[in-house]
C-alpha cells in the first residue's frame, strides 16, 4: 500500500463526520484515537490502518455497505458480504422474517430492502394492498417495472395515493422520511432512486395540520370503497448485522388505529378474504 493515504478515504471520513455532526475531538474520543492522529488521517498526512478504518466507521455508526466504500478508499478489502436472502448462510435471518409475518397475521407485515422494494410479505398485507384493484395493473401504471415498490406505490398519483383520505398530513411526513433515509445511508443509488420517488409525489401542501396535533402517532387514513381504515406502523431492524443484506432490511409491521379497522382484518382473517 502506498505511503500516502488515498485523498478518497480522507475526504469520505470528513464528510461522515460532519453529516454525524461530530468535531474531531467527539469523533477521536469516540474512536479512542487521538485528535491529532485523526486531523492527520482527514488530511491524508497519515495512512489508516485497516482496524482504524473499521473503529472510525464503527464511532460513526456508518451502515455496512459503506463501510466497505470507506475500506476500498484507504485501499484495503471489504469486511462486510452481501447475502441474498435465499443463500443457505440466511436461513435463520429468512426464518425469523417469516415467524415475524406469520405471527402478525391478522395484520399486514411487509419486509423492504433499502430501496423500499417489498421482499416478503403475509397475507394480511396482500389484502391490503389489493383492495384497490388489480395490484399488478397499478404497479404497471406506477412505472414500477414489475417490482412491489411500497414507496412508489404510496407516493405515485394511479398508486394508492388516492385512497390516503389524510394525504395532507402524510405526505410531507412521508417524504421527510425518505430524505432522512436516503442521507443517512451514504449510498448514491438509494440517494437517486429515493429523489426518483419524491418527483413523482410532485409539490407538497402541508395544510393547516402537518403536525398531526397531538396524537401519539400519525395514522394512515384509507378510503376504498366502503372500506375504511386506519393505521400506524412499527419498523423494526436486525440486531447487530454483520451482512450488508441483514443491516438494510427492515420489517414494517402496521397496527390498527382504530377497532373498526381490528375488525375488519379479523373479519378479513376468518373469512379467508372473501368478504371484499
Request: aromatic fraction near 6%.
Amino acid at each position: 500500500m502506498s505511503s500516502v493515504v488515498p485523498i478518497g478515504f480522507s475526504s469520505i471520513c470528513r464528510e461522515w463526520r460532519r453529516f454525524r455532526k461530530l468535531s474531531q475531538l467527539e469523533l477521536s474520543l469516540a474512536a479512542n484515537v487521538s485528535q491529532r492522529h485523526l486531523s492527520w488521517l482527514e488530511t491524508g498526512r497519515s495512512v489508516p490502518s485497516r482496524e482504524m478504518v473499521l473503529r472510525l466507521a464503527e464511532a460513526m455508526d456508518i451502515p455496512l455497505r459503506e463501510r466497505n466504500v470507506l475500506l476500498r478508499a484507504a485501499g484495503y478489502a471489504p469486511a462486510y458480504g452481501e447475502s441474498d436472502l435465499l443463500d443457505p448462510a440466511m436461513s435463520p435471518v429468512l426464518d425469523a422474517l417469516n415467524h415475524i409475518l406469520e405471527h402478525h397475521e391478522p395484520l399486514p407485515a411487509v419486509v423492504v430492502d433499502r430501496f423500499w422494494v417489498v421482499r416478503k410479505h403475509n397475507r394480511a398485507a396482500d389484502l391490503l394492498l389489493g383492495l384497490g384493484g388489480d395490484l399488478e395493473a397499478m404497479l404497471e401504471r406506477v412505472g414500477a417495472h414489475g417490482e412491489l415498490n411500497l414507496a412508489l406505490l404510496t407516493l405515485h398519483p394511479e398508486g394508492l395515493r388516492p385512497y390516503i383520505a389524510n394525504w395532507r398530513i402524510v405526505a410531507p411526513l412521508f417524504l421527510r422520511r425518505l430524505r432522512n433515509e436516503a442521507l443517512a445511508s451514504g449510498d448514491p443509488a438509494v440517494r437517486a432512486r429515493l429523489a426518483s420517488y419524491a418527483e413523482a409525489l410532485g409539490p407538497v401542501d402541508t395544510g393547516d395540520g402537518a403536525t398531526g396535533g397531538l396524537l401519539p402517532v400519525i395514522p394512515l387514513e384509507l378510503t376504498i370503497g366502503e372500506v375504511r381504515l386506519s393505521l400506524f406502523s412499527v419498523i423494526a431492524t436486525i440486531g447487530t448485522p454483520q451482512d450488508v443484506t441483514t443491516d438494510e432490511v427492515r420489517i414494517e409491521c402496521f397496527y390498527p388505529a382504530d377497532e373498526s379497522t381490528r375488525r375488519f382484518f379479523a373479519a378479513e382473517a376468518e373469512s379467508g378474504g372473501d368478504q371484499r
